[in-house]
């Protein structure tokens, strides 16, 4: 039997010319792909589930499904005259939280006559762009009507003026161009499987997909910024205080760039260049005009110890730095290759500011498409490589992140998505440029999203960078947790007034700096999560979104402990560390992510890619899990727990019970860490490093009396002068494991 041609709604006396008409104006408003319509049974029954993201998702789903729909709607929407004639029109199912069981046994009857009816199980409209906690309804449906139920995610509309976006409805902008959407199909999960948990999954993994069908992950990320840039010549792009406060325009730094970029395309012949700049006008001039020469630029981390930048110099096959004079005098003992050129120089040997003259005006005069055209900038980089970071993680040797130009548009995209950087942000940029999150979240996505950003050369010059928040007016910081505790004693409230975000990551946000931070500057600090590979961002909690109608419910943006929902476009997998056998995503387990954003292997070592990635999953080697709601909560990473006599012992909760039975204050820094080491009696032994002075015996009474485990009690403990950090903010694992392991012999 052919299947029916696909109409608005599975009520037959729907007028005809209506339903034409919405239909051609949704075509032209919107550009609807699909995959996996074949899943789809031709006949028979089946609840179609899927996520919520606008008010035209209605719509949108039917021109992409291959069979009529019903739809199930929250009654209350009847008291609205449009929505009552809406459904009545097209044969919505109402339902009400108060007599629930009316709504069902309707939508029940319609599946046992062959027809196709889905609910939105998230019960509204995601008011975060995330998917939010999966109802249970439509298992009943699917059980008592004994027919399958297929996911189907919905991707695109968020954004747009039917959607939440910007914490309004329909007040926004409209696109000049069709939106394009992409509705992906899953596989039919049979009635006596089909559980929120499944349907849960299923709905993240078709987001993932669907996601990856964006066209704009195909593009060219020199291109983009160009193009971006060149739409806002007068806007001020950058705010460098590092020095001399500078500022630079959207136009003056496209047309620097590009007349470098000629000049690097002339003279080098390798593909890969090192860039060794702090953040600020330099950095973002050097690795735009990288990008543009069509090469690929490698922010070295001029912190790490001489050796590993020779490592990183040799794989990536770096023959060419540039950084400044000043920069390569404040760094002695970095590695300096042959071929090392100034920055100013260079852009003088370009040309200087006749050249970017030249530049300055085409930025102003010249349609934005122009301007990569004449840089003979490609329209496509999808999966070639974009940049180069080096990451030991906090433990091991460098390894080179190859990041695509997918991956970094991806997560640019994904972050832009969430409302929480909006264009007329002020970003704080002082992580360096070599940290995954200085080079994505503070030096590209500002050029792609039109932010202005202020920066310093260093995260850890406290309260010069709380003198640019107040006189810049910043509206956004970011950072990991060890660079913003300073602020607790080192700034005062008039200092952040204008701060409406502060976000940080890489380590686990303490308890103590949450509260402390919120009570003295009133305001709560949003725990993310992500790692180089990531590109980074793969989770961040946000606001909870503003409650429009008297009807709407409340949804958490953000969750205590929790370091937020994943991103649009990710998936994720809970998996049992020991047997690598699934667990549900509720319970804590080993942490695999998917997603546009996700790394394509690390440089010509395929020993450890092969490690990390598994079937398309990256292993993050983090322990978590998710709760109902999507939020994920990180329980430590995998190499910081210890199996001690069998038993698993996480050296953060040490840490952290340690810190509360001396009452010690790490406002001015790490006082301590835990190390475990090999222990030929019971597999590992723990060994405490700090900066305190306090005996094994003071320490193990303190912590019986706490009622800490025998075995979770360190057993050697060894005064440092400072603990290990690496440049990001992290801790050095590998250095610290270096001085317990001296410790033991």
């Known amino acids: 039997m052919a299947n029916p041609r696909p109409s608005l709604s599975g009520r037959s006396h729907v007028p005809v010319l209506l339903e034409l008409a919405v239909v051609v104006i949704a075509r032209l408003m919107y550009r609807v792909r699909s995959r996996g319509r074949e899943n789809f049974p031709a006949t028979g029954g089946v609840v179609l589930v899927a996520n919520h993201l606008s008010y035209v998702d209605v719509v949108v789903l039917q021109l992409a499904c291959p069979r009529p729909i019903r739809y199930v709607g929250h009654q209350g929407l009847q008291a609205h005259s449009v929505f009552d004639f809406v459904f009545r029109l097209s044969g919505v199912i109402p339902i009400s939280a108060a007599r629930p069981t009316d709504g069902m046994r309707t939508a029940i009857k319609a ?184 090469k690929v630029p490698v922010n070295l981390n001029f912190t790490a110890g001489r050796a590993a930048i020779e490592a990183s110099l040799r794989v990536a096959g770096i023959s060419t730095v540039l950084t400044a004079d000043a920069v390569r005098a404040k760094v002695p003992d970095f590695p300096w290759p042959a071929d090392t050129r100034d920055l100013a120089a260079e852009i003088g040997a370009a040309g200087g500011k006749r050249a970017i003259l030249r530049w300055f005006v085409a930025a102003w005069v010249l349609p934005n498409q122009w301007i990569p055209a004449l840089l003979g900038l490609p329209r496509t980089g999808d999966r070639t490589e974009a940049a180069l970071l080096f990451t030991s993680g906090s433990s091991g040797e460098p390894k080179g992140v190859v990041l695509t130009h997918r991956n970094l548009l991806a997560n640019c995209a994904q972050i832009s998505s969430l409302s929480i950087l909006p264009a007329n942000a002020r970003l704080l940029g ?39 928040i107040r006189d810049e007016e910043v509206t956004v910081l970011i950072g990991a947790p060890t660079f913003v505790r300073p602020f607790l004693k080192k700034a005062v409230p008039a200092d952040l007034r204008s701060l409406d975000l502060v976000v940080t990551g890489a380590e686990k946000l303490p308890d103590d700096l949450f509260e402390g931070f919120r009570k003295q500057f009133h305001l709560e600090i949003m725990q993310g999560y992500g790692l180089t590979e990531t590109a980074p961002v793969s989770n961040i909690n946000q606001p909870d979104p503003m409650i429009v109608t008297d009807t709407a419910e409340h949804q958490a943006g953000k969750r205590a402990g929790a370091v937020g929902r994943l991103l649009p476009g990710m998936t994720a997998r809970i998996v049992d560390p020991d047997t690598g056998a699934d667990k549900p995503l509720t319970e804590t387990g080993l942490l695999w992510l998917r997603g546009a954003n996700i790394f394509t292997g690390y440089l010509d070592d395929h020993a450890k890619t092969a490690s990390a990635l598994r079937d398309g999953w990256f292993v993050t080697g983090d322990l978590g899990r998710f709760d109902d709601d999507g939020f994920l909560f990180i329980e430590g990473r995998l190499s910081r727990f210890s199996k001690i006599g069998g038993e698993m012992v996480p050296h953060g909760t040490v840490e952290q019970k340690i810190l509360e039975v001396f009452d010690w204050d790490q406002s001015d820094g790490l006082l301590i860490t835990v190390v475990g080491i090999p222990d030929p009696a019971k597999g590992e032994a723990l060994v405490l490093l700090t900066i305190r002075e306090v005996s094994a015996e003071t320490l193990r ?42 410790v033991a012999k």
């Open 701 to 742: 009474e303190k912590l019986i009396a706490a009622g800490l485990p025998n075995l979770w009690i360190p057993k050697l403990v060894h005064p440092v002068e400072q603990i290990p950090l690496l440049g990001s903010g992290k801790t050095d694992l590998k250095s610290c494991r270096e001085l317990a392991l001296k």
């Open 430 to 468: 002082c992580l360096p440029v070599f940290h995954s999150f200085g080079f994505t979240v503070t030096l590209w996505y500002p050029i792609l999203r039109g932010c202005t950003v202020v920066t310093l050369p260093s995260p850890l010059e406290t309260r010069k960078i709380a003198g640019a």
């Open 111 to 294: 599946l046992q006559n062959g027809e196709v009816v889905c609910i939105f199980a998230e019960g509204s409209i995601s008011r975060t762009g995330q998917l939010m906690a999966i109802r249970k309804g439509f298992e009943v449906m699917a059980r008592r009507a004994n027919v399958p139920v297929v996911p189907a995610f919905i991707d695109g509309l968020w954004g747009s003026v039917f959607s939440f976006a910007g914490n309004k409805y329909l007040w926004k902008s409209p696109r000049l161009m069709p939106t394009p959407v992409f509705v992906a199909f899953g596989r039919p999960i049979a009635p006596d499987q089909a559980d929120g948990p499944t349907a849960r999954r299923a709905l993240l993994d078709l987001g993932a997909e669907a996601f990856d069908e964006r066209p704009v992950l195909r593009r060219h990320l020199a291109r983009e910024a160009v193009r971006e840039l060149a739409k806002r010549p007068g806007h001020v792009e950058i705010i460098d205080c590092g020095g001399h406060r500078r500022e630079l325009t959207s136009a003056q730094l496209l047309a620097a760039a590009a007349a470098l970029s000629r000049r690097l395309r002339a003279t080098l012949e390798e593909k890969r260049v090192g860039i060794v700049l702090p953040p600020g006008i330099g950095a973002a001039i050097a690795n735009l005009a990288v990008a543009c020469a069509g």
